[in-house]
Every structure is written in structure tokens, then in C-alpha cells.
């Protein structure tokens, strides 16, 4: 079965030092792999998403992500934090190999970003 | 290209009551998802439907049921509502295949 696993809960930085959020998943198949942010009292955006086109992805906002099968890792990165980037952040990965219609989510991590 | 809208946004309801929210996906979206978010279980599946048909469901009771229409939209139902039916329930829109799901702004359910 599909899981992700997000390494930190939450994860505090100043403004203008790097961003890093952990997550580790465990697949069956060649996954697809996503990043959503979802900021106070709002729906979840797509950051970024892997698919096997490459390994590592870049999404919006700065964000960019790396795909390492031998470490079943997927974790995303910034080099300088905004305070606009303070929000939650979900790793998630499909249920199904041919469908987007399920997903799994991660417990998620919350970012402080300090000034 | 219009993004997936969910209404009503805010719902307050009480204890043994029903409700039905209501999902519009982005045009030519055949597929729709539903997951309810808490603080404590974080964001859990419940079903998906293309094509007006259930494709997947999650582990939820009965008392949470959906449909789909032709136009592919979509709605879903919590009959007997209770205290921890309280959440955000979010849909999300996807062509169908592997493509990315797209979620609405969510619709804030609070069960008194």
C-alpha cells in the first residue's frame, strides 16, 4: 500500500535562511509524488509534482524538490524562506498507479518563518 | 480556465441533522474527489466518482454517501450529522487518469 511519512511536524526558520521539509514514502510502483501548501482558512495549492520525468523537480514560489528512489525520499527545499511561505505543507502520493482520483496524504508539517 | 468551486463555504448545523455540500470542477474535469480534514485524523479520502459512478471510497460510514451529475458535478451527503462530523471538507477535480487533482477552497461544516 501507498504512505507517506512527514518526517517533522513543524519546522521554524528565519526569513532569508534555507527551507527544508522531510517526507519519506513507501510504494509498491513508480509513484507520483506532490507537494501542496495550504495557508489559513484556504484550500490546498500545488507546489510541485513528480511523475518520473526527472528527478528533481522545481514548483512554484522558489520551492524545489528531489526525487532519490534508493531513499524513498521526496523532500522539499527552498534556499530563502519569505514570511509569506509560513503555512502547512502536505507531501502526498497517489493510491493507484493509473489514477489521480485518490490520494494519500502526509500528517503534514507546519512552517514558522521568523523575521 | 475557472478553478473548482465548493458551496456553501460555511455551514452550521446540529446534531441528528443532514447536509449536502455541493462541488463544481474545472471544465472538462471528469473526476471528483472528496476528503475531510481535522485537526486530529489530518486529510482522510472519502470517495471518488467519474463519470456519475463511486471509483473509490474510503473507510467512512455509510452516513457520508455522494453522487455526481452529467455535468460532472458533484455533491456529497452526511446524514445524522455528529459532533466529530465537524471539518473542512475540501473536493478536488483531475481529468482521470494520473493527472493532478485540483482542490476547491474547502467548506467549513461545524455540527453543534
Known amino acids: 500500500a501507498q504512505s507517506v511519512t512527514q518526517l517533522d511536524s513543524h519546522v521554524s526558520v528565519s526569513e532569508g535562511t534555507p527551507v527544508l521539509l522531510r517526507c519519506n514514502y513507501s510504494s509498491s510502483y513508480s509513484p507520483s509524488l506532490f507537494w501542496y501548501v495550504q495557508h489559513p482558512n484556504k484550500g490546498l495549492q500545488l507546489l510541485l509534482k513528480y511523475t518520473s520525468a526527472a528527478t528533481l523537480v522545481k514548483g512554484i514560489n522558489g520551492f524545489e524538490a528531489e526525487f532519490k528512489k534508493s531513499e524513498t525520499s521526496f523532500h522539499l527545499t527552498k534556499p530563502s524562506a519569505h514570511m509569506s511561505d509560513a503555512a502547512e505543507y502536505f507531501c502526498v502520493v497517489t493510491a493507484f498507479y493509473n489514477q489521480g482520483g485518490k490520494l494519500i496524504f502526509g500528517q503534514g508539517t507546519e512552517l514558522s518563518v521568523k523575521p | 480556465k475557472a478553478g473548482v468551486t465548493q458551496t456553501p463555504r460555511y455551514l452550521i448545523k446540529t446534531r441528528g441533522q443532514q447536509v449536502t455540500l455541493s462541488c463544481s470542477p474545472i471544465?472538462?474535469?471528469?473526476?471528483v474527489s472528496w476528503y475531510q480534514q481535522t485537526p486530529g485524523q489530518g486529510l482522510q479520502f472519502l470517495f471518488e466518482?467519474?463519470?456519475?459512478?463511486?471509483?473509490n471510497k474510503g473507510n467512512f460510514p455509510g452516513r457520508f454517501s455522494g453522487r455526481q451529475f452529467s455535468n460532472s458535478r458533484s455533491e456529497m451527503n452526511v446524514s445524522t450529522l455528529e459532533l466529530g462530523d465537524s471539518a473542512l471538507y475540501l473536493c478536488?477535480?483531475?481529468?482521470?487518469?494520473?493527472?493532478?487533482?485540483?482542490f476547491g477552497p474547502g467548506t467549513r461544516l461545524t455540527v453543534l
Open positions: 471544465s472538462g474535469h471528469r473526476s
Open positions: 478536488a477535480s483531475t481529468t482521470g487518469g494520473r493527472d493532478t487533482q485540483y
Open positions: 466518482y467519474f463519470s456519475e459512478t463511486q471509483r
